[in-house]
């Protein structure tokens, strides 16, 4: 089933789809599960949010600064390590969720530019725009917010 990102909502939705989702950084798998949340929030395509126990021991490095999402609340961020390979800041999460997203706790999104994202097996295609992290697959369709002039909608 094929959704528009125009249907979801704002505030953002949270769904689990059972989906089979595999990170590979620098060669080597970095993360893979099948129970992972997506936030689903009004024009963009859907950010997943992984556990942190399916990431290969390693791959997630602390790393510094923070951003604030006026749903989900203050966001750290993680360098990404698989193989010689690291993306710098490439995940987030949410140490202290607010309780309306408390599932997201223990759980870090990836942008998926600087790695190789699949969800049962195809291969996602990163948000455009420096700062959103939404994953598009066949499964979604737009037009989404992070394109140039789309800022403002």
Not at 44 to 63: D, K, M
Request: glycine share 12%; net charge negative; with cysteine.
């Amino acid at each position: 089933m094929t959704r528009s990102v125009w249907d979801f909502p704002r505030p953002p939705a949270v769904e689990q789809w059972g989906e089979h989702v595999v990170v590979t950084l620098g060669g080597v798998q970095v993360a893979a599960t099948t129970e992972a949340w997506c936030i689903l929030e009004t024009s963009h395509p859907p950010t997943y949010y992984l556990p942190r126990s399916c990431f290969a021991e390693g791959a997630l490095v602390e790393a510094g600064g923070s951003s604030f999402c006026e749903w989900k609340g203050r966001a750290a961020y993680v360098d990404v390590v698989g193989g010689d390979v690291v993306a710098p800041r490439a995940g987030w999460y949410y140490p202290t969720p607010d309780p309306t997203y408390a599932m997201l706790a223990d759980h870090v999104a990836l942008y998926a530019h600087p790695m190789e994202c699949s969800v049962d097996g195809e291969v996602v295609q990163p948000q455009e725009g420096g700062f959103y992290g939404g994953w598009i697959t066949s499964k979604v369709t737009g037009p989404f917010k992070g394109a140039p002039g789309t800022l403002g909608w």
